[in-house]
C-alpha cells in the first residue's frame, strides 16, 4: 500500500457536505456548478439486484440498504448539494440478465454512477460492463477470490474482508486449543457458488492443513431444496465439526435436515444465515452455538453507524444485518470519492474516483477499509454465534460480546 492510504482519511464518508459547502454550491451561480450538472439535477445512480430468483432474499436486503444509504443523504444535503436518485433493475438472479441491465443503465439511460450487485455470479460479469464503459465500480457481495483475479481495475469491494478469509478468526482460535480438544474431523456441504465455497473452502483447507480430517465434502446446485441425501451422508460421518457454505433458504432446508436426524456436531459454521433476522424462526429456535462470520455489527460504535442504525431501525422495525450494511457501505465509498474529487458523471471524472479510492481509506459503518490494487479489502471479519437467544460477536477476544460456546450445546 502507498503511504498517502494511511495519511489521508476521509471522516465518517456517508456523502454529506458540511453546512458551509452544501450553501456554496446551493448558492454558486452557473459557472460555479460542479461539473456533471446543475444543484437542480440529481445524481442517478444505477442499479441491478436479484429481487426475483435464487438469490432474492439478500438482493432485497441489499436493495434496503441502498435505500437508506440514499434517504439519510438526501437528509443531509445529497452529494455535491443534489439529491441521489436510485434507479434498480431485477436481474432475477441471472448473469445475462444483469450484464443486459447494467448496459442498458449506462449507455441508454445515461446514469452518472453505478452501484454493483448481489452475488459474485453477478458482480463478475456486471464488473466487466462497468470496465468497458470506463466507470467505477463498487459492490457490495462479490467476496469470491476469482472477482479479484480477473484483472478489474474498476472494482472495489466494499466490506472487511473477501470470502475466503471470513473465518480466519475461527480458524486460529480452534488450532490454539490443546491438542486433545481440537476437532479432528470435519464434514462441509457448500453451493454450487463462487461465495459460498469461497467461505466454506478458506476454513476447512485451513483445518486440513493442520490435520483436521475432511470426511465429506459435499457441492449441491443452488435451486437445491432436498438435503436429505446430504445431511443423510453428514449424520453418518458423525464429523466433529460441520461447514456449510451457504446463502440464507438452503442452510434452513440443511439444518433442519440435520436436526431430524438427531445429528450433534461439536461445532456448526454457515456463512450469511445466521446473521438473517429471520433465521431463528426459520428453524424453529434451536439455533444455540451455530455461528457466522460477519462484517458488520449493528452495536459497532463507528460514528455513521449509529446513524444508520437508527434510520434503518425507523424505516423497517429492525436493525440492519450484514446485507444491508455492505450495501450502505458501498454508497458511502462511492460517496467519499465524489465528494472529494468534486464531480459524479460518466466520463473523465470516473477515472478521477477511481483513482481516488486507490490512494484513500474511507471511514464506513463497518470500519476503515482500504483496497489492494485488485480491489481486495485489507481487513479482517468477525465471528458470530448464537447465546442465549441472540447472536453475538464471540472472536476475536478483544471485541467480543459474549464467550464462544466449544463444543456447541445440542439442536
Not at 442517478?44 to 436486503?61: A, H, N, Q, R
Not at 459503518?365 to 471479519?381: I, Q, R, Y
Request: aromatic fraction near 8%; glycine fraction near 10%; charged fraction near 20%.
Amino acid at each position: 500500500m502507498t503511504a498517502p492510504r494511511h495519511g489521508r482519511r476521509i471522516a465518517t464518508a456517508i456523502g454529506m457536505l458540511s453546512v458551509a459547502a452544501v450553501t456554496a454550491v446551493a448558492c454558486s451561480g452557473a459557472g460555479d456548478e460542479p461539473e456533471g450538472g446543475g444543484s437542480e439535477d440529481p445524481i442517478v445512480i444505477g442499479v441491478s439486484l436479484p429481487l426475483t430468483g435464487d438469490f432474492s432474499e439478500p438482493g432485497k436486503g441489499v436493495e434496503r440498504g441502498y435505500e437508506a444509504w440514499r434517504d439519510i443523504v438526501n437528509e443531509n444535503g445529497g452529494l455535491l448539494g443534489r439529491q441521489v436518485e436510485l434507479k434498480i433493475l431485477d436481474d432475477q438472479s441471472n448473469a445475462d440478465r444483469v450484464v443486459s441491465d447494467y448496459e442498458s443503465l449506462i449507455a441508454q439511460d445515461g446514469v452518472d454512477l453505478v452501484f454493483g450487485p448481489f452475488s459474485t455470479r453477478l458482480v463478475v460479469p456486471s464488473a466487466r460492463v462497468a470496465q468497458e464503459y470506463g466507470m467505477l465500480f463498487v459492490e457490495p457481495a462479490g467476496a469470491a477470490q476469482e472477482v479479484f483475479e480477473q484483472g478489474f481495475d474498476n472494482l472495489f469491494y466494499a466490506a472487511p474482508a473477501i470470502a475466503n478469509d471470513h473465518y480466519n478468526n475461527l480458524a486460529d482460535y480452534l488450532l490454539a486449543l490443546p491438542e486433545g480438544e481440537r476437532p479432528e474431523t470435519a464434514a462441509v456441504a457448500a453451493m454450487d457458488d463462487p461465495f459460498a465455497q469461497g467461505t466454506a473452502y478458506g476454513l476447512r483447507d485451513k483445518l486440513e492443513a493442520a490435520g483436521v480430517e475432511v470426511l465429506v465434502d459435499e457441492v449441491y446446485p443452488p435451486n437445491t431444496t432436498d438435503f436429505s441425501t446430504i445431511a443423510a451422508k453428514i449424520a453418518q460421518s458423525d464429523a466433529d465439526i460441520v461447514i456449510g457454505g451457504t446463502q440464507y433458504q438452503d442452510a434452513v432446508n440443511l439444518i433442519i435436515a440435520l436436526q431430524q436426524l438427531d445429528y450433534q456436531p461439536e461445532l456448526a459454521a454457515f456463512s450469511t444465515a445466521p446473521t438473517n433476522p429471520e433465521f431463528a424462526a426459520a428453524i424453529g429456535g434451536a439455533t444455540e452455538g451455530i455461528l457466522a462470520p460477519t462484517g458488520y455489527s449493528p452495536k459497532s460504535q463507528f460514528p455513521s453507524n449509529i446513524e444508520f442504525v437508527e434510520k434503518y431501525t425507523e424505516m423497517h422495525g429492525n436493525p440492519p444485518s450484514e446485507d444491508e450494511a455492505n450495501a450502505y457501505t458501498t454508497g458511502q465509498v462511492v460517496a467519499a470519492a465524489v465528494e472529494a474529487v468534486g464531480c459524479a458523471e460518466q466520463g473523465e471524472c470516473q477515472q478521477e474516483l477511481i483513482d481516488w479510492l486507490r490512494e484513500n481509506t474511507v471511514e464506513t459503518v463497518v470500519g476503515p477499509l482500504s483496497w489492494d490494487e485488485t480491489g481486495k479489502p485489507t481487513g479482517a471479519h468477525l465471528i458470530q454465534q448464537w447465546i442465549g437467544g441472540e447472536i453475538l460477536i464471540v472472536l476475536p477476544e478483544d471485541v467480543k460480546e459474549g464467550d464462544f460456546l466449544f463444543p456447541k450445546p445440542a439442536w
